[in-house]
């Protein structure tokens, strides 16, 4: 009886360090790519499409496994996981990483970019190279490319927000790090870190009073089901980035990577695309299920978050990174 348990430990044993290990053979390199968002989403689909084009590139060396819908985690789980190598792939929103980098922080930071073109400028520039070199050599994570994850706007249950005194004692959803939490309360909102798998349940249940997403999210979330007011503040332009484990990527023969690195920044222009067309046509969408779209006043706002946030974390971001990143053009 003994030998018999004995046997069937010893199997799942092997089993749970199989199933929760890199697969490396003479014949495939196994990736798990991971992502908080829906199926639906243009950063899944992303994946999905990066994962056959890569596969058919490299002959099937390299597969990509996705796991959309927080299948492997929270925000906060999944970047933990890959920066200790239990997960080779994530794509999550820049500020979460500022837990472990403070400086990469200010690339999420509420109104310090102009548009699209500035991000890709400087993130594909010194700037980006340094933030890069940071995460590398304190979290062991490279970053292999930025996605546009679209301009963050403001849903509320049953509430109508025309203006930052409308936010007092507001209980807004926000990721779980530091810089939104901070804009939240510069509004004068409580600010709420929910997992975003477990939002919408949230908002149904009136745990929180709306949350803020860019509008394709706010559609691929179906949180238009579950919220009557979109206010437009467009208070973050959100870059996501596709982030791998430094110690697997220095395991991949230099032909693959550049398949892979190059395959990824086709994945991200495509997603960039879909998401500029999704935000032209969503308003009207949103109000033909029933939201109620307002105009708020948005320099007020504006101005709520630059007279605090900015100095609030200068000393994390580093001195003059907001300059540096304002002078780029």
């Known amino acids: 009886m003994k030998k018999n348990w004995f046997l069937v430990i010893a199997v799942l044993v092997c089993f749970f360090i199989l199933s929760h290990s890199h697969v490396w053979s003479a014949d495939k390199i196994v990736i798990r790519w991971g992502d908080v968002l829906s199926s639906a989403h243009p950063s899944v689909k992303m994946v999905e499409m990066n994962a056959q084009k890569i596969s058919q590139r490299t002959n099937g060396r390299i597969e990509i496994q996705c ?73 062991g994570m490279r970053i292999l490319g930025t996605t546009y994850y679209g301009v963050r706007q403001l849903t509320t249950t049953n509430k109508m927000v025309k203006s930052v005194s409308d936010m007092a004692n507001f209980k807004l959803r926000v990721p779980e790090n530091e810089v939104f939490m901070a804009m939240a309360k510069a509004w004068g909102a409580k600010p709420t870190p929910i997992n975003f798998n477990e939002l919408w349940l949230a ?9 803020e997403n860019p509008l394709p999210t706010i559609d691929s979330g179906k949180f238009y089901e579950v919220q009557k007011y979109l206010i437009l503040t467009a208070h973050i332009l959100t870059p996501r980035l596709v982030v791998v484990n430094e110690n697997f ?45 307002v105009e708020p006043n948005i320099e007020e706002f504006r101005k709520a978050v630059l007279d605090t946030v900015p100095k609030q974390f200068e000393a994390k971001w580093g001195k003059d990174t907001w300059e540096k990143i304002q002078a780029v053009k």
């Open 67 to 139: 796991y959309p819908a927080g299948q492997l985690g929270g925000s906060r789980d999944m970047i933990e996981a890959v920066a200790n190598g239990m997960q080779e792939m994530v794509t999550e929103g820049a500020a979460n990483f500022g837990q472990w980098v403070p400086s990469i922080g200010v690339i999420e930071a509420p109104y310090i970019w102009r548009g699209i073109d500035h991000l890709n400028k400087v993130m594909s520039g010194p700037l980006g190279e340094e933030f890069n070199k940071q995460l590398i050599e304190k979290r």
């Open 203 to 211: 908002l149904k249940q009136n745990v929180v009073d709306g949350e």
């Open 249 to 293: 990527w220095k395991k991949i023969p230099a032909p693959e990577q550049k398949i892979l690195k190059n395959t990824v920044m086709e994945g991200i222009q495509w997603n960039n695309e879909q998401i500029l067309a999704r935000e032209k046509e969503l308003l009207d969408r949103f109000r033909a299920q029933g939201m109620i779209v």
